[in-house]
């Protein structure tokens, strides 16, 4: 099974080499021909998108290239999509938009998912003074990964645009990371996805500096209670502002070079053989992932203070846990 596995990530490395955002629309895994439920999702009572093109076009790419992956790994298509609908959620918010969840509970993959999201409406949640209660659109790709097998880590993807409205002026901002949570940390595949998070900066570097987004990772997903961090890092990055669409190549870079290393990490560990005693150790590990998605991380808390779906913002809570 480790040969076949081998080979199957192997393939998914070599049939999806890294893409520039300027070619970005020669390849089909950015939907050429929109067909995505998420352009009907995206568009409001006028017909216009609230969202660019260009923009859709870049996190649908990430969204379906994650999902490759997670099937890759299975060996099967093992992702199942739902849409829903802001207004049909969570009728009381005045939210327009909505989003898709794909989400995956295989073998290999306990649970995982790749959601998207596209929302607007009137009044920006106050987690920045500056812009609270105006009008605001935002739309974004996460990805949590909960593999079954303990010598296998978790991986957290996000990547989001966010624009306000202040009168005549809008600001844009794009935001997101890449992380990994091992519980048992592997040199070889840290020194892999890091390697990995150093290159989106160095093909970006005109906005991006892999040193300040390294140890911004380091600081944000520390578990204070805890005294220790969450995981070995990676990336993180928040309040980019941007003129130029040519910036979102941060955003689409994240995600496929994400999606590339973990894929090589999984490929390694998944089948691991590990005995009760670890998965009951995993058990309790994943706890701490958990807690930090509910004490401290500002995508939970940005999600909620929406109105979005809270059956995709707890999609990152792991499948089996305890304390």
């Not at 997670?70 to 207004?87: D, H």
């Not at 995600?255 to 009951?280: F, M, T, V």
Request: net charge neutral.
């Amino acid at each position: 099974m480790q040969n076949e596995l081998f080979e199957r990530a192997k393939r998914f490395q070599e049939n999806n080499p890294i893409v520039s955002f300027a070619d970005l629309k020669n390849n089909n895994l950015c939907d050429q021909q929109f067909l995505d439920p998420v352009w009907k999702i995206s568009s409001q009572k006028n017909g216009e998108s609230a969202f660019s093109n260009n923009l859709l076009h870049t996190l649908l790419y990430v969204r379906n290239i994650c999902k490759l992956s997670f099937n890759t790994i299975e060996g099967i298509e093992a992702c199942s999509a739902k849409s829903w609908l802001a207004q049909e959620h969570n009728p009381e918010r005045n939210l327009e938009g909505g989003g898709i969840m794909t989400v995956i509970r295989a073998n290999h993959l306990e649970k995982s998912a790749v959601n998207m999201s596209c929302v607007w409406g009137p009044s920006y949640p106050a987690l920045e003074g500056e812009n609270a209660g105006k009008p605001f659109s935002a739309t974004g790709v996460s990805l949590i990964s909960h593999p079954r097998n303990p010598y296998a880590p978790i991986m957290h993807l996000n990547i989001r645009c966010i624009q306000v409205k202040d009168g005549n002026k809008v600001t844009t901002w794009i935001a997101g990371g890449a992380d990994l949570t091992p519980m048992h940390n592997f040199e070889e595949d840290t020194v892999l996805f890091h390697d990995a998070m150093k290159k989106v900066c160095e093909r970006n570097s005109n906005i991006a500096n892999y040193e300040k987004y390294k140890k911004w990772a380091d600081e944000y997903f520390y578990i204070p209670h805890r005294k220790e961090a969450r995981g070995v890092g990676g990336i993180f990055f928040d309040f980019v502002k941007i003129e130029n669409e040519h910036d979102f190549s941060l955003l689409l870079d994240v995600g496929q070079y994400a999606a590339k290393a973990y894929a090589e990490i999984l490929s390694r560990r998944i089948e691991l053989p590990y005995d009760e005693e670890l998965a009951e150790k995993h058990l309790y590990w994943r706890g701490r992932y958990a807690e930090f998605n509910l004490v401290y991380d500002r995508g939970t808390r940005f999600g909620l203070m929406t109105g979005g779906n809270h059956e995709a913002i707890f999609c990152s809570l792991p499948p089996r846990v305890k304390w």
